[in-house]
């Protein structure tokens, strides 16, 4: 059995609600990892740096791991996973505001003069104030009420995450300054998922004009 294969077995009810837990499970580990070393003394040097680069980082990975759902359902013809895509975004968004808490809070105390300062001199800072208050309104917004209230400027504002995971690898990028193979790795899996989409996209759009062609040309004949 291949992977297309495998992928297009829809799993059950009770299996879905399994895979569900699973996931929500996992997504917890890097915040239980966090508590372990920091309750046994093993957040380093500089903790408060420590829980700031580890929360940032899971926020980011979660970003890319919910954007490559629709990839998965344009490549192998399967759209089951997509249900998994609210939750998945909801725990990014729960590591984002872990990370900018940390930044905050731990890092300078809400003291906004020094957090002012610091953004002036390290413009990284503000990219990633950016990505994260454009995340607010899609977890604000991520239920089905908003989906019904909204309709179709749902779609519209839901697609701010392409612009949210560009900002959060410039902000990796720029933060890392000189080693930068880390977020380069990520850059090149945003830019594979954003392509099977633009792939997918222009495909459809040339089949769209290829029938209006024909059907202005049946009409002609």
Known sequence: MDIKQ???RVPSRSQISWIKSSIFL???VPLIRLVWLGIHDGLGANPVEFVERSTGFWALVILLATLSLTPIRLLWGVS???QFRRMVGLMMFFYASLHITAYLWL???FDWSDI?????????VLVGATA???TVPL???SNQYMMQVLRQHWKQLHLSVYLIATLGVVHFWWLVKKDVREPLFYALVLALLLGVRLFYKL???KSKLDKARKIKLSAVI
Request: charged letters at 20%; proline letters at 3%; glycine letters at 4%.
């Open 6 to 8: 495998f992928l297009r």
């Open 132 to 134: 994260y208050l454009l």
């Open 107 to 109: 890092d300078y105390g």
């Open 139 to 141: 977890a604000v917004t």
């Open 203 to 205: 495909r459809q759009m």
């Open 26 to 28: 996992l997504c917890l």
């Open 116 to 124: 002012a300062k610091d953004i002036i001199k390290h413009p990284y």
């Open 80 to 82: 089951w996973q997509l």
